[in-house]
Nanobody
Framework: QVQLVESGGGLVQPGGSLRLSCAASGFTFSRYDMRWYRQVSGKERKLVATISTGGSTNYADAVKGRFTISRDNAEKTVYLQMNNLKPEDTAVYYC???????????WGQGTQVTVSL
């Protein structure tokens, strides 16, 4: 059974940090590009960060310099280190295993991040 389970969300003050984790099972994790998205209620889901199978990374302009995506293929886990958090980072964060053209895509259930005083 395929599963992506996010964790690490919560309430943090502006300027604080959180580290999200997404643990994968049921598929060959190392063959997938992994992505983090976020979604504010009533708005479209937006791509935040990507890490390829080879370890190349890409970030949305809004989070460049503050967020870092990484992966551990042995642990089948992708991480999102979020520093200097801002209220506008408040959203539900989802991880996605991107299968590209040949493989299925998989989504996690999401984890809430709230940045507030």
């Amino acid at each position: 059974q395929v599963q992506l389970v996010e964790s690490g969300g919560g309430l943090v003050q502006p300027g604080g940090s959180l580290r999200l984790s997404c643990a994968a099972s049921g598929f060959t994790f190392s063959r997938y590009d992994m992505r983090w998205y976020r979604q504010v209620s009533g708005k479209e889901r937006k791509l935040v960060a990507t890490i390829s199978t080879g370890g190349s990374t890409n970030y949305a302009d809004a989070v460049k310099g503050r967020f870092t995506i990484s992966r551990d293929n042995a642990e089948k886990t992708v991480y999102l280190q979020m520093n200097n958090l801002k209220p506008e980072d408040t959203a539900v964060y989802y991880c996605k295993a991107d299968g590209g053209f040949w493989l299925n895509d998989y989504w996690g259930q999401g984890t809430q991040v709230t940045v507030s005083l």
